[in-house]
């Protein structure tokens, strides 16, 4: 479940809230059908996290990171099992470096590795490949995803990385000023984006194109040889039929259907 | 309560205390600076003025004392600091650890770390200047420690309380608290000695009843099992404020959202 909003919709604290960080101001959280204020310890057993903002004690070796959120999170055959996980993150070579002597990508294995170590039934990721380059965020997408499927766990996720989150998540919510402004697959939410993207390169001088654009009433951006006009999707056969008609040849066509990010843009900007 | 969320945040810090310098130097190494010092002071004054028979046996009695006291108090501060300086404190609390494990956790903690600093301090004292803290205090000196571990958690955990509350900036708490209290204590002089303003401030104090009457121990003077009651009974009552005061600060970080904000 991918959790989206703006900066300041209230996801961080969505996250806080669900892990007894934050108390709510009104209402109850129920989790695995158990009140949370009364089942604190016995939820937060079987759920861990991860987030961008935090880090695991630099001075303690892996192993030693590891071992101790084991034993907060009473895992049984410790040992055994941070082996396992450390070979499957490839730190087993890395288990006796301190935190501090890690690189980002490494450190950011670790604390996808730390959220593993319970083996929980709910994992709450805020934002865990921020700052990381592209090929270290591609790296650990790729670990949760396998864990996901062989351990059918839950996992509550939140990024500005669109891309990111259409791949990760089988469904989104939409947070705003700590509201659901809608909840759906990444396809249907980006499918109630009507409009599409026409990118045409036009072999005639651009005047004759703004002119015939500006005629139509179209919403468009000329960037040098690039003329990238949004549409009903609906509309593009006729778009290209009035192209033609007005012999404004082109040499290079694309459509860009609308993406979650698109859907992202438009509600945010709507709600503000 | 699970022994093994206690274990777990007492082995956490295990790991940290032997390689780190700063931690080492709170245990051993300022304890034992502080004791060379004074007892090279006091030397000189047993060997300059008349009738300074136990001056030293009192004033090293008296150093070691407090310095188990202050070393107790800013260590279990530091214990939560150290948390909140490696941004682990949402890791620490969003793991299936209560309050009440946290705080056993620190106390476990702080009680290793302790033994180990009066022992260097036994040791120290009984090489340098043939200071024998056990002889020194008899069967006494488990009650007198005692008291001191009690009021240092006290403190400790109200510093905690105050940065829940105030947030980093007032983290020197941790280091300037037993500063302040330390005048009050009556460490190196009896109460009588204090203005009467003062003296009503050392009363509500548990350590100066204990200072109090380890110096009657040393100087071999009758003692008033009356103060040790009175210490005993105020450290029960300050313990008991200390951890609810916590637990009330800690939940209105929580409503409040600071828990987070100071990670």
């Known amino acids: ?272 | 309560m699970s022994y093994r969320r206690i274990l777990a945040m007492v082995i956490r810090h295990l790991y940290v205390w032997p390689r780190n310098l700063d931690r080492l130097m709170g245990s051993f190494g300022w304890p034992i600076l502080e004791i060379t010092i004074w007892g090279i002071t006091m030397s000189y004054f047993q060997k300059n003025l008349s009738n300074s028979l136990s001056i030293v046996t009192v004033i090293l009695g008296s150093v070691i004392m407090w310095q188990i006291l202050a070393r107790t108090q800013t260590e279990i501060s530091i214990v939560f600091l150290d948390e909140v300086w490696n941004k682990n404190l949402i890791n620490i609390f969003s793991s299936p650890l209560t309050k009440a494990e946290f705080l056993v956790s620190i106390i476990v903690l702080n009680t290793i770390k302790i033994i180990f600093t009066i022992l260097s301090l036994m040791i120290v004292g009984f090489f340098y200047y043939k200071f024998d803290l056990i002889s020194s205090f008899g069967l006494y000196l488990p009650f007198l420690l005692l008291n001191l571990l009690l009021m240092g958690w006290s403190v400790g955990f109200f510093v905690i309380a105050v940065i829940l509350r105030f947030g980093y900036r007032v983290q020197e708490l941790a280091w300037a608290i037993f500063l302040v209290t330390q005048p009050f204590s009556c460490v190196f002089y009896p109460i009588s000695v204090l203005p009467s303003w003062a003296k009503s401030i050392a009363l509500l104090l548990p350590s100066s009843y204990l200072f109090e009457e380890m110096r009657n121990i040393l100087s071999k003077n009758p003692i008033n099992m009356n103060n040790l009651y009175i210490s005993f009974s105020l450290n029960m009552i300050y313990l008991s404020l200390s951890i609810w005061f916590f637990s009330a600060m800690f939940e209105k970080a929580r409503e409040h959202g600071r828990l987070v904000k100071l990670n």
Request: aromatic letters at 8%.
């Open chain 1, 1 to 272: 479940m991918g959790l989206l909003g703006p900066n300041g919709a209230g996801k961080t604290t969505t996250i806080d809230m669900l892990l007894g960080l934050t108390t709510p101001t009104s209402g109850n959280i129920n989790m695995f059908g158990l009140p949370f204020e009364i089942n604190r310890a016995n939820i937060l057993k079987r759920m861990n996290f991860s987030a961008a903002y935090i880090n695991l004690p630099w001075s303690l070796k892996v192993i030693e990171n590891l071992y101790t959120f084991a034993r907060l999170y009473e895992v049984d055959d410790y040992k055994e099992k941070v082996d396992k996980l450390m070979d499957e993150f490839q730190l087993t070579n890395l288990k006796d470096k301190r935190a501090d002597e890690l690189s980002s990508g490494q450190l950011a294995k670790l604390y996808i590795c730390k959220s593993f170590v319970n083996n929980p039934k709910l994992l709450l990721l805020d934002e865990p490949t921020a700052f990381l380059d592209p090929d270290v965020a591609d790296i650990i997408r790729k670990i949760i995803l396998k864990r996901v499927k062989k351990t059918n766990m839950s996992i509550l996720f939140t990024s500005h990385n669109m891309p990111e989150i259409t791949e990760i998540c089988d469904r989104v919510i939409f947070l705003n000023h700590g509201k659901i402004i809608a909840e759906d697959t990444p396809d249907e939410l980006a499918q109630k984006i009507k409009f599409c993207k026409v990118r045409l390169l036009f072999l005639v001088e651009n005047n004759k194109v703004k002119t015939l654009l500006d005629n139509y009433k179209y919403e468009y951006i000329i960037d040098n040889k690039e003329t990238t006009i949004s549409l009903d999707e609906r509309n593009v056969g006729q778009l290209l039929g009035r192209l033609s008609l007005a012999k404004l040849k082109y040499t290079q066509i694309t459509i860009d259907k609308p993406t979650l990010e698109d859907f992202f843009i438009k509600v945010a900007r709507e709600k503000l």
